[in-house]
């Protein structure tokens, strides 16, 4: 194997996880789901602060996803994937939002929830 072949292979190979990385994330992973349980089921914190604690904790597992097991991250390395992750977020999140406009404008521009049945049909 060539010298520019094996140096290929190490950095490939770099930017993949080592074993400890996966476990890492992996406890993680367990410890924010068990966490996110544990707010539901035992009402650690009051059922106001619920929804908030559950968003934390999702926001923090998809943090730990990201990095452990997808290795999006801000080295040299990673900067092109975490540029299409960041771009494909975004137009996630500009297809949804627009998407729940446009069905929250045609629901309040199209139903007739002013009026009674009574006056509709005297209308005809």
């Not at 990673?78 to 729940?100: M, P």
Request: glycine share 8%.
């Amino acid at each position: 194997m060539s010298h520019s072949h094996a140096t290929h292979h190490a950095v490939h190979d770099a930017s993949h996880g080592s074993f400890k990385g996966y476990m890492i994330g992996t406890v993680l992973s367990l410890v924010l789901t068990l966490a996110s349980f544990g707010v539901v089921m035992f009402r650690v914190v009051s059922p106001g602060f619920g929804l908030a604690a559950i968003v934390v904790l999702c926001v923090a597992q998809l943090v730990v996803q990201l990095v452990y097991f997808l290795h999006i991250g801000a080295s040299r390395s990673q900067r092109a994937n975490t540029g299409i992750f960041i771009c494909t977020a975004f137009l996630i999140a500009v297809i949804v939002g627009l998407s729940l406009w446009v069905m929250h404008n045609a629901n309040v521009n199209m139903m007739p929830t002013q009026i009674s049945i009574g006056r509709a049909m005297a209308h005809d």
